[in-house]
Nanobody, 125 residues
Framework: QGRLVESGGGLVQAGGSLRLSCATSGRTFRLNSMGWFRQAPGKEREFVAT????????KYADSVKGRFIISRVNAVNTVFLQMNDLKPEDTAVYYC??????????????????WGQGTQVTVSS
């Protein structure tokens, strides 16, 4: 059974940056697509970004395109989300997720099977 642990959240002013990390353990996810999702208070969880197992294909929600960058370093079993030019509407709990399908070059934006516990990101205006 795999485990995903997010870190790097915190409080930042609008226009600032944060880098989230997702460390995986228990089993390897090197052949799986990985994604980031977020859930703001009173709202449903939404897709943020995803990356293929090779790192060659990425997808982003329109709301974060051009500001956020997803990346992965399989050698250390870690996925990152670099968040720049943060806005108050980015405030949410951010979750890391892994897809159960192997070796897909087209990472999905939903249907993930493994989830972390989340890390809080708060952006003040």
């Amino acid at each position: 059974q795999g485990r995903l642990v997010e870190s790097g959240g915190g409080l930042v002013q609008a226009g600032g940056s944060l880098r989230l990390s997702c460390a995986t353990s228990g089993r390897t996810f090197r052949l799986n697509s990985m994604g980031w999702f977020r859930q703001a208070p009173g709202k449903e969880r939404e897709f943020v970004a995803t990356i293929s197992y090779t790192g060659l294909t990425t997808k982003y929600a329109d709301s974060v395109k051009g500001r956020f960058i997803i990346s992965r370093v399989n050698a250390v079993n870690t996925v990152f989300l670099q968040m720049n030019d943060l806005k108050p509407e980015d405030t949410a709990v951010y979750y890391c997720a892994a897809d159960s399908a192997y070796s897909s070059s087209d990472p999905p934006i939903d249907g993930y099977d493994y989830w972390g516990q989340g890390t809080q990101v708060t952006v003040s205006s």
